[in-house]
């Protein structure tokens, strides 16, 4: 701040008649070396609001070396739609969408983005991105927010909790982005997650015991009671048995993309994909004017569910069984443009 005041004093000097403009002058001075000090390059990261919005940025950018990025993202929503609209030419179901259909959408109004968070697609760390983004300066290192924080529900904002009128301006401009996954891959880590680790009984409870119930002739009465064995094998049989959505929905750790976020129904402006979590991760923080200082937190990778654990773990699916669970997952495959795994032995 030193130089600070000596501009200031020396401006002083100049017009000590002219009280006011001093004192104009003062505080433009403050200002302009608070910024600086902040922010040396310069860069607007101080107030979003009254500069470009991340969906003009996004749909116009200013900065060249985010052109080809932008038609890459072009290229992923035109498949999205293509998608929808060979599904929906097919079966004709119409839907309109409910408040609670947007439970998985979480609002940052500082910045203007809609986040569509999908289980077993780095949704902790995009969900401490988004408390960091909205908390209005509460937080700033993202990974200092508990992972158990970053679920609870009232930390963050969904879409659900706004008026019809509030909810269609928001569905309009601000830039709406999710994180997809090669769905096979995702399963295998949800099922990692929630049926071979011991600490969340939970799951155990609520979903391993009717699997079990259901999937294995001659089960112990101790493997019933606890529910915390089951293959996955007999997880893939209760996810194609017609019973278990009929039923009630799944639960959202498996839940298919589209029926969690709504793709044909919401117009994404960024898909991103885990595949490219960082890159991707980092631009939509660029676009939101942030990417200067927040950036997408780098993790261990090393207990990650990979292709190759995936191959493993389908080795023991009967192609019968393979066939049906594409079906299930078909629409994630062919919105998100992953092809049919190699593994697989479709009939
Ligand atoms: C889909 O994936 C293929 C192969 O990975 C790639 O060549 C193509 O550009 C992708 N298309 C879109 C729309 O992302
Ligand atoms: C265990 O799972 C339940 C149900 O999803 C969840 O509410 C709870 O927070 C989980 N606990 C831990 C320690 O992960
Ligand atoms: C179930 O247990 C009985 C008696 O132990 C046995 O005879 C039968 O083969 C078992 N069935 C299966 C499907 O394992
Ligand atoms: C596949 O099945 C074999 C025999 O039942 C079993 O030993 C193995 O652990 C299974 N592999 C996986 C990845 O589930």
């Not at 072009?74 to 309109?96: E, F, H, I, W």
């Not at 891959?185 to 990692?192: K, N």
């Not at 009967?318 to 009939?347: A, G, I, R």
């Amino acid at each position: 701040m030193k130089p600070a005041l000596l501009e200031v004093m020396r401006m002083n000097r100049i017009c000590r008649m002219v009280l006011a403009t001093c004192l104009g002058s003062f505080i433009l001075v403050i200002f302009y070396f608070q910024i600086m000090r902040r922010n040396p390059f310069g860069v607007d990261i101080c107030c979003r609001k009254g500069s470009r919005s991340p969906l003009q940025e996004l749909y116009n950018p200013t900065q060249l070396e985010l052109s080809n990025t932008a038609v890459l993202h072009q290229m992923r929503r035109d498949q999205v739609t293509d998608t929808c609209r060979a599904n929906s030419a097919l079966s004709r179901k119409r839907r309109v969408l409910t408040p609670n259909d947007l439970k998985h959408l979480v609002v940052d109004e500082d910045h203007e983005l809609i986040y569509c968070y999908v289980p077993k697609v780095a949704c902790t760390n995009w969900k401490r991105l988004m408390m960091v983004l909205s908390g209005r300066g509460k937080y700033s290192d993202p990974m200092e927010i508990p992972a158990n924080e970053a679920h609870v529900a009232a930390n963050l904002k969904t879409l659900n909790q706004y008026s019809i009128p509030e909810i269609n301006h928001r569905l309009k401009s601000y830039m709406k982005f999710l994180f997809v996954r090669e769905p096979f891959e995702r399963l295998v880590s949800a099922y990692r997650n929630k049926f071979t680790q011991k600490y969340n009984t939970s799951f155990h409870k609520r979903y391993g015991t009717k699997i079990i119930r259901r999937q294995r002739k001659n089960a112990t009465q101790e493997a019933l009671r606890r529910g915390d064995d089951v293959r996955f094998e007999e997880f893939v049989a209760y996810l194609i048995d017609p019973h278990t959505q009929r039923e009630e929905p799944f639960n959202e750790h498996w839940q298919t993309v589209h029926s969690l976020c709504h793709p044909c129904h919401i117009h994404y402006d960024l898909v991103g994909k885990y595949e490219t979590l960082e890159e991707d991760s980092n631009y939509v923080l660029r676009l939101a004017g942030v990417g200067s200082y927040l950036k997408f937190p780098t993790y261990a990778k090393s207990t990650r569910t990979t292709d190759e654990m995936t191959t493993e773990f389908f080795q023991n699916i009967s192609s019968e069984h393979q066939t049906q669970l594409y079906e299930v997952y078909k629409l994630d495959f062919l919105m998100f443009n992953y092809s049919v795994p190699s593994y697989l032995k479709l009939e």
